[in-house]
């Protein structure tokens, strides 16, 4: 892992910074927060839960913050109404069976409250997730990565190059945490590709490293051990499923039994997105597109890449990402999606993009003045029309358009319209 360096974020979840990007890949004020709030909280979930399937294309996997929020988001909600469910028989003289919970409040996403209308039947084996990234050592480490810590102290020379203190300093922490169920079923999932967990895996030199140890769950890392000191033939994790009988408490063989969470499907791909994407005929409800900033990973930002994502999207699905970058949204627009804000109800302004086929899913709109922002130097997108082409290339492409454009810049847009105001 000496590309990647750990940090905590200061929701207590662990962030990377990448040597390669010369970048973090999550925010510093929280990397699990910033998952739910730009990728779980917006999603439609009355509409998303009409469907006999869910499919979820994560671009970007990383750590897998995304794709374990979602479940995990969707986990914690079945608890709370499977639990209103047993109060409620206990309270019917006739013990009804009840199928569909339906919650009376509203759904408040942002304060926790019940998902309306959740059915409890078993909501995880409608659910597929094809994740994509790159970089199989981010796959493999991801069931082990911390979250949920109170007191946690960082790499000062990471906090001091890129400016995070600030972040980590600020005193009112929102500790988040995935439950260890979900890493256990992550780490069910991928310890079955053989590209990523195999006899000699790099994996055993990472959890053995004393410099990542206070990043890494310890009772994760428990299960891997025990799985290969008990079956040193077994070339890869297929039998983790057996463990949970053999190994885990009580507790959490009651959960698999009750939810049945491992019947969902999860695919890997250890690719270039835009491979993957172009050979895909799927259609999918939610797509998370988390590549690095778009001026260093150009490439899953283009016009080209947009089109192809509208191609995979369901009539009424949704894809969401952290930017709001004038740039990006032009692309997107240009691809033919509608696009609307995400909007951080803690923070209380928006934050990244919603794009979408069908207009009515768009709960925030666009101002006249962001759509004005398009049409300047700043909405001048990327290009990669065969898309094979390096970054480099497709940056030079677009700043020599950029250069040679007779658009008005983005600054002069923006004094313009303050003129006009006063």
């Excluded at 994560?58 to 750590?63: M, Q, V």
């Excluded at 949970?244 to 049945?260: A, G, Q, T, V």
């Excluded at 999860?266 to 994407?277: G, H, L, P, Q, Y």
Aim: overall charge positive; glycine content about 4%.
């Amino acid at each position: 892992m000496s590309e990647f360096r750990p940090y905590f974020t200061n929701d207590g979840s662990v962030g990377l910074y990448s040597e390669e990007y010369d970048d973090i890949y999550h925010s510093a004020s929280g990397a699990l927060t910033e998952a739910y709030e730009k990728f779980v909280y917006p999603v439609n979930w009355d509409n998303l839960l009409l469907h006999d399937n869910i499919r979820i294309l994560d671009i970007c996997y990383g750590i897998g913050y995304n794709t374990k929020s979602f479940l995990n988001f969707i986990f914690e909600n079945q608890k709370k109404l499977l639990k209103r469910k047993k109060n409620l028989k206990k309270n019917l003289s006739n013990k009804t069976n009840i199928e569909t919970i339906y919650t009376n409040n509203t759904l408040n996403i942002n304060n926790g409250n019940y998902i309306d209308k959740l059915y409890t039947d078993n909501i995880f084996n409608k659910i597929s997730v094809t994740a994509i990234d790159k970089n199989e050592i981010l796959f493999g480490i991801s069931p082990f990565i911390k979250t949920g810590v109170k007191n946690f102290k960082n790499d000062s020379d990471v906090i001091y190059k890129h400016n995070i203190n600030k972040y980590l300093r600020n005193n009112k922490r929102q500790i988040s945490k995935i439950e260890n169920f979900i890493n256990f079923l992550i780490l069910s999932k991928i310890s079955q590709n053989s590209a990523i967990f195999s006899a000699n895996s790099f994996i055993d030199e990472i959890l053995s490293d004393n410099r990542y140890a206070a990043y890494l769950n310890g009772k994760i890392k428990a299960v891997y051990k025990y799985l290969y000191r008990n079956i040193p033939s077994c070339p890869k994790l297929v039998n983790l499923h057996n463990i949970y009988y053999k190994y885990l408490s009580f507790c959490y063989k009651n959960k698999l039994k009750r939810y049945r969470i491992q019947d969902f499907i999860f695919n890997i791909k250890i690719e270039d997105a835009r491979v993957t994407v172009k050979n895909d005929n799927n259609l999918y409800n939610l797509i998370f597109l988390d590549a690095f900033t778009p001026q260093k990973c150009p490439c899953l930002w283009s016009y080209d890449f947009f089109k192809e994502l509208y191609r995979i999207l369901d009539s009424d699905g949704m894809l969401l990402t952290y930017s709001s970058s004038a740039t990006i949204r032009a692309a997107m627009s240009e691809a033919g999606f509608f696009i609307g804000n995400i909007y951080n109800k803690r923070l209380n302004k928006f934050q990244g993009t919603i794009a979408v086929k069908n207009k009515s899913l768009i709960k925030y709109q666009l101002s006249e003045f962001d759509f004005g922002l398009l049409k300047t130097r700043a909405g001048i997108f990327y290009r990669d029309q065969n898309l094979n082409a390096q970054n480099e290339a497709i940056i030079k492409l677009h700043e020599e358009e950029v250069k040679y454009s007779d658009r008005i810049s983005s600054s002069q847009y923006i004094k313009s319209r303050s003129k006009n105001e006063i």
